[in-house]
């Protein structure tokens, strides 16, 4: 086997396998969970396009991956299904391959991480969604427009300090990850107001007590209602100075002071040789 042409390992690669063209594709998971591969055939004047078109490449992928997903772990491709995909998407008219993509099924979130407009590939215009996407996969991407997906399914919709907050203590993508600061995730002109926000929330729980550790018993549970307190002093104080922030926002900034609370009473016990 030799490699003809290759993006990315990941993407539909041309390859020579015992003399004859053939396009290798990667996707699914075998029972290890390894990745699994396979071929079918492909002309020359497939391979040109592949070549010299990433837009079309990438959406081929895109379609690809479902066919995959849908050979399990030991299943054979549907290789009519694959084969069938190459001429309408590498050859077609951008309308001809959007209403291809209504048909079919395909994988957005993929083209998500390789940086596709999500509005547009939301609207089925995926030909001109790809137009901003590269052929380097970023998956923060694909896991922000996760997050944004069930945010939806529970009507929740972002505004810009909203969006700030999540993404300076790093819970954007994640929620359940415990808040740290990330001033570079910020556009420069919500920084002030991300740290002002903040700041209600600092001073509303100066001077609380918070125990060190995370034994359990009293202890334990005297930290828990510690937290607690100093939990609903930081969300009164945020909610009562901005009302327009949305519960995710507000949780984030209680969170992040309740953990920074726990790390410096841990720091100053730990000084003191008290753990």
């Not at 505004?159 to 999540?166: V, Y």
């Amino acid at each position: 086997m030799t490699v003809v042409f290759s993006r990315d390992p990941w993407m539909p690669t041309a390859i020579r396998e015992g003399g004859d063209l053939r396009l290798r594709i990667v996707g699914g998971a075998d029972a290890n969970h390894d990745p699994r591969e396979f071929t079918i055939p492909l002309t020359e004047a497939q391979l040109e396009v592949i070549e010299h078109d990433l837009e079309r490449h990438l959406l081929l992928w895109s379609a690809f991956l479902p066919l995959c997903y849908d050979a399990g772990i030991k299943g054979a491709l549907n290789t009519r299904a694959a084969t069938a995909l190459l001429d309408p998407i590498l050859f077609g008219k951008p309308h001809e391959i959007d209403a291809l993509f209504r048909r079919i099924p395909w994988d957005k979130r993929q083209l998500v991480a390789q940086g596709a407009d999500v509005p547009l590939l939301e609207h089925g215009r995926v030909t001109d969604a790809v137009q901003t996407a590269t052929q380097y996969s970023d998956w923060n991407r694909m896991w922000e427009y996760d997050a944004d997906q069930r945010r939806a399914e529970r009507g929740v919709t972002l505004g810009p300090l909203d969006a700030a907050l999540l993404r300076y203590t790093g819970r954007y993508a994640q929620g359940g990850k415990t808040p740290a600061r990330h001033s570079s995730a910020v556009a420069p002109e919500l920084l002030p107001q991300v740290l002002e926000v903040i700041a209600v929330a600092e001073r509303a729980t100066a001077g609380l007590p918070m125990s060190p550790g995370w034994e359990a018993g009293e202890q334990g549970e005297r930290r828990r209602r510690e937290w607690n307190r100093i939990k609903e002093s930081a969300r009164a104080a945020v909610r009562a100075a901005y009302p327009e922030l949305v519960d995710d926002a507000v949780e984030t900034v209680s969170f992040l002071v309740c953990s920074e609370a726990h790390d410096f009473t841990n720091a100053l016990a730990q000084a003191d040789g008290d753990v």
